[in-house]
């Protein structure tokens, strides 16, 4: 057991590319499934055996939490639990501190205890991340976390700019409604809490060849108009493609994901979070519109 643990080692600190590697997959991946699959029965056993109690977004940051750590002894592989330390549990949580800018916007600040998860997710799996959330008044939000700084400030700070300039008269983008704070720092968020959209799916995810010209038509309009108010008002959209609108439950789109960067075969790399880039793809979202039906 020992020499293929090493051999998976030895294959992720290879300095080989990756164009390079057999039809085995990713390293990573290789040595992770490995472990896990050696540790499933230790797992099992240590589990909780009652379904976890979700009631807020307080009992998804701070879940039953045991640490385990594979070791090969005498080359057997044992598994050894362990408590973490609240330093740990706080570290793998969403936070970023906020700008003084977003601040003088006095979003109100909520605690994770007063968002409330969905009545049928209180008594089932741990999700990977709530998204439909509900304040203490019933009021549905989207909930996003806020992991990385960079991509956080600009999505806040750009839809705050859309509020700030009546843009949400005009054009379909998610409003803020509040902030979920960070273990009680009042300069941290863990993240944020905007509009739910009830949709059917995201345009990426939309039968495109099989809806109707009408329809594909409005949507090509409703796109550009909502990318020209934007440029308009001085304000890139960035990581622009047809996974960032979302089709509403009436066949209209509204754009999201204001965090930046860029996708590969919508945006080149040297145009990523330009006015250039989001022309770009707007222009390959409405050849993506125009594909020819199925029929």
Same mark, same amino acid.
């Given at each position: ?106 979003? @109100? ?25 509900? %304040? ?15 991509p956080a400030i600009r999505e806040i700070s750009t839809l705050l700019r859309i509020q700030e300039l009546g843009l949400l008269n005009i054009i379909r983008a998610p409003k803020v409604h509040e902030f979920v704070d960070s273990q009680g720092d009042s300069s941290k968020i863990s993240g944020i809490l905007m509009d739910y ?13 099989? %809806? @109707? ?23 890139? !959209? ?15 789109? !509204? ?18 979070? %330009? ?21």
């Open positions: 057991m020992s020499k293929e643990y090493l051999s998976l080692l030895r294959k992720l600190d290879s300095d080989e590319l990756f164009e390079q590697e057999d039809d085995k997959g990713d390293p990573m991946e290789q040595l992770c499934f490995w472990i896990a699959f050696r540790c499933n029965s230790q797992m099992r056993a240590l589990g909780s055996k009652q379904q976890p109690q979700l009631h807020t977004l307080y009992d998804w940051f701070y879940p039953e939490t045991i640490i385990l750590t594979p070791m090969i002894i005498d080359g057997r592989l044992q598994v050894h639990s362990s408590t973490p330390s609240q330093q740990l549990l706080q570290d793998m949580l969403p936070s970023v501190e906020l700008t003084c800018s977003i601040a003088d916007f006095k979003i @109100p600040v909520v605690t994770s205890s007063k968002v409330f998860l969905p009545q049928d997710m209180a008594g089932g799996d741990l999700p990977q991340r709530p998204t439909k959330v509900f %304040t203490e008044h019933g009021m549905p939000r989207f909930f996003k976390p806020a992991y990385v700084m960079e959209i009830e949709h059917r799916d995201s345009l990426g995810y939309i039968d495109i060849p099989s %809806t @109707p010209f009408p329809v594909r038509r409005k949507w090509i309009s409703q796109v550009q108009h909502t990318i020209e108010t934007l440029h308009a008002a001085e304000i890139v !959209w960035g990581d622009a493609k047809p996974d960032n609108i979302l089709v509403d439950v009436d066949d209209n789109l !509204w754009i999201i994901d204001f965090g930046g960067g860029y996708t590969h075969g919508w945006v080149d790399e040297v145009k990523q979070e %330009t006015i250039e880039g989001d022309n770009q793809a707007l222009s390959r979202i409405v050849d993506f519109l125009l594909e020819k039906s199925s029929e």
